[in-house]
Nanobody, 123 residues
Framework: QVQLVESGGGLVQAGGSLRLSCVASGRAFSRYSMGWFRQAPGKEREFVAAQHWSNPQTKYADSVKGRFIMSRDNSKNTVFLQMSSLKPEDTAVYYC????????????????WGQGTQVTVSS
């Protein structure tokens, strides 16, 4: 199983920015479709963004469109989530995952979600 480690979270004021990183193990990273998810306290984990390994066009949740940008650096086995214009409702633990993109549906393939990285946006 691919090992994934997220970082870059923190406390930021509303309107601020953060850049999250996710480093993956394995040699086949360039062939992994990747996604970002988040889980707020008391809520279920939700989709944030996903990108097919062969198509840089990214799918975003409506709640983050125009504010978040997902990118990747295959030479570093890393995927990024640039978050701007942050809102208190963006407060959550953020996770990355290998995903399958099937007919517009994003299916995370991660079994152990680990600790993720905490993002807290103050108002």
């Amino acid at each position: 199983q691919v090992q994934l480690v997220e970082s870059g979270g923190g406390l930021v004021q509303a309107g601020g920015s953060l850049r999250l990183s996710c480093v993956a193990s394995g040699r086949a990273f360039s062939r992994y479709s990747m996604g970002w998810f988040r889980q707020a306290p008391g809520k279920e984990r939700e989709f944030v963004a996903a990108q097919h390994w062969s198509n840089p066009q990214t799918k975003y949740a409506d709640s983050v469109k125009g504010r978040f940008i997902m990118s990747r650096d295959n030479s570093k086995n890393t995927v990024f989530l640039q978050m701007s214009s942050l809102k208190p409702e963006d407060t959550a633990v953020y996770y990355c995952s290998v995903v399958n993109l099937v007919g517009g549906t994003v299916l995370p393939q991660r079994r152990d979600w680990g600790q993720g990285t905490q993002v807290t946006v103050s108002s």
